[in-house]
């Protein structure tokens, strides 16, 4: 039994989806700004090392960007434009490794809140999850414009990390009331590339990383007065038990939806309630080591996580190493994610027509392309135009990696069932974050220019492969609800209409679980 039939009788898509996306994923703009702030805050404006003369500082004694050594020291003085990070702890020469380490201490945070959203939003529900994550980040993005050391700023950035670990996995739960062909909308639509937009123009207005955090934390404040709408997920009510709250949403989507309530819909959610209780019975209590009973389901986890780690590592590597580009870095910062926006519609497109798998193999080897065309470049052109080729290209790296992960993301969230969605998407993205904390070493690491991009080309090319051979197409699939043996599966077809069996919207002899 899938609830897909369900949905699609009160509106898979109508005023009340529309409603809920937007009250669910616009604090995405501020997830995005927040997670792209080190962007800013590591970027390492021009400064001179002024030696120090019968302690007077004179301009005539001023050597640009130059690490004394040895006997010889000096007092280092930073242009005044613009305050960063960098500035504020003077995190250059012998304490320049201290930036990347606050990048990778905060997306170390951004796992520890993926583990803990996939597991709390499966066991206390996706809205009390998500509000409370919105709430924590408000207040951590706010506070930490209170600290006087960097070894305070990083614990602070940590922290913001864990509530944008555990927002990028229980925001998802939306496509829970969206019929097949609108799922990828949720995924597809730029709100992240929307707020590192508005991070490049804030930056750029303010010059100051302390009220780039301040409009940060008082934005997301205001996405907290969704809670007076958005409902609880209705799979997650049906799948414990609350008949009564889930019969309530169905009733009220319907009429925001100009729909009439299905005659049997209390019958068939509590039919599908009855099932899963009876597992619940048995001693049934769902966690991470889940994921792996089966070698299908295991096999699809590990190539899922081995995926998300890859990508992680590339699009965040690139976003990360974005100061070192030629040009102004505010206006490759903006670039690198306006850019995505003319592929909305047409990966939109190309995701319900060719294929979730098809798409992301597509943008795997788009990505792979570009680096190969980066690392040509580095070792055959000379010139002015050299760095501004190499910094289009990488752009493009950059949305081609983007691209893929959406229909990574659809891919991921279609391939679990509701009692452990939100967990496969929790330790998928767990991967991820692991491939964030090694990504702001890509390029720091190194003084070679052309390794990063060969790092890259390797993990998007096996991303592809492993992509396309080895993970199931969930195009047109209802989704699944319970964990159902091969037995109990047979026997719930059995009980489908016939039409729904064969039709183009739910093809339920092909769940994704046991192909």
């Keep these: 039994m899938h609830l897909d039939e369900l949905v699609e009788e009160i509106g898979s898509f109508g005023k009340f989806q529309m409603l ?16 792209m702030l080190m962007q800013y805050g590591a970027y390492v404006t021009d400064w001179w090392c002024v030696e120090d003369v019968n302690s007077n500082v004179s301009r005539n004694n001023m050597t640009y960007k130059y690490c004394s050594g040895g006997n010889s020291t000096c007092s280092r003085v930073y242009d005044d434009y613009t305050r960063t990070v960098v500035t504020e702890w003077d995190l250059v020469c012998e304490r320049k490794w201290i930036t990347p380490i606050i990048t ?15 597991q709390s939003a499966d066991r206390f529900g996706r809205k009390k999850t998500f509000y409370l994550t919105l709430l924590l980040h408000s ?32 925001c998802m739960f939306p496509v829970e009331f969206l019929g097949y062909k609108w799922r990828p909308a949720l995924i597809v639509f730029p709100f992240w590339a929307t707020g590192v937009c ?19 934390g008082v934005w997301t404040m205001l996405f907290l007065l969704g809670w007076f ?16 709250q889930a019969e309530q949403i169905i009733e009220r989507v319907a009429m925001m939806n100009d729909r009439t309530k299905p005659v049997k819909t209390r019958e068939m959610i509590l039919k599908l309630s009855e099932e899963e209780e009876e597992r619940t019975k048995r001693g049934k209590k769902y966690s991470y080591i889940d994921l792996y ?24 590597g690139i976003a990360f190493g974005v100061g070192k580009f030629s040009g102004n870095l505010y206006l ?32 795997f080897a788009g990505g792979s392309l570009s680096c190969l065309g980066v690392i040509i470049v580095q070792n055959t052109v000379s010139g002015d135009h050299k760095g501004t080729v190499i910094t289009v290209l990488s752009l493009t790296i950059q949305i081609f990696a983007g691209e893929a992960w959406a229909s990574i993301i659809a891919l991921t969230n279609e391939i679990y069932p509701t009692v452990i969605r939100n967990l496969g998407y929790g330790a998928a993205s767990t991967a991820a974050r692991v491939g964030g904390i090694v990504a702001p070493f890509v390029f720091a690491l190194t003084d070679n220019d052309t390794i990063p991009y060969v790092i890259v080309i390797i993990l998007l090319g096996l991303s592809g492969v492993l992509t396309w051979f080895f ?6 699939l209802a989704l699944e609800d319970i964990l159902p043996g091969h037995d109990k599966k047979e026997k719930l077809l059995e009980e489908i209409p016939n039409e729904h069996k064969v039709s183009d919207t739910f093809k339920l002899h092909e769940s994704p679980i046991d192909m």
């Design 471 to 476: 993970l199931p197409e969930t195009l047109g």
């Design 139 to 170: 207040l951590f993005t706010i506070a930490i414009i209170f600290v006087s050391s960097w070894q305070a700023f990083t614990a602070m950035r940590c922290l913001i990390g864990i509530t944008i670990g555990s927002y990028l996995v229980v």
């Design 293 to 316: 009973k089966g070698w299908k389901l295991a096999r699809h986890t590990i190539i899922l996580h081995i995926v998300w780690w890859s990508l992680s590592a590339s699009y965040y």
């Design 198 to 216: 508005i991070l490049a123009l804030v930056s750029w207005l303010l010059h100051d990383w302390v009220y780039v955090h301040l409009i940060a």
């Design 332 to 363: 490759n910062l903006f670039l690198m994610s306006m850019l995505e926006f003319p592929f909305v519609v047409p990966v939109l497109c190309a995701l319900n027509r060719l294929g979730r798998r098809s798409v992301a193999a597509a943008m």
């Design 20 to 35: 809920m996306m937007f009250m669910v994923m616009t604090p995405k703009l501020a997830i995005g700004y927040n997670m």
């Design 104 to 118: 990778s201490i905060q997306m170390a945070g951004v796992l520890v809140g993926a583990i803990i959203a996939g």
């Design 229 to 244: 709408f958005v409902p609880e997920s209705l799979r997650w009510l049906v799948v414990t038990g609350r008949i009564d």
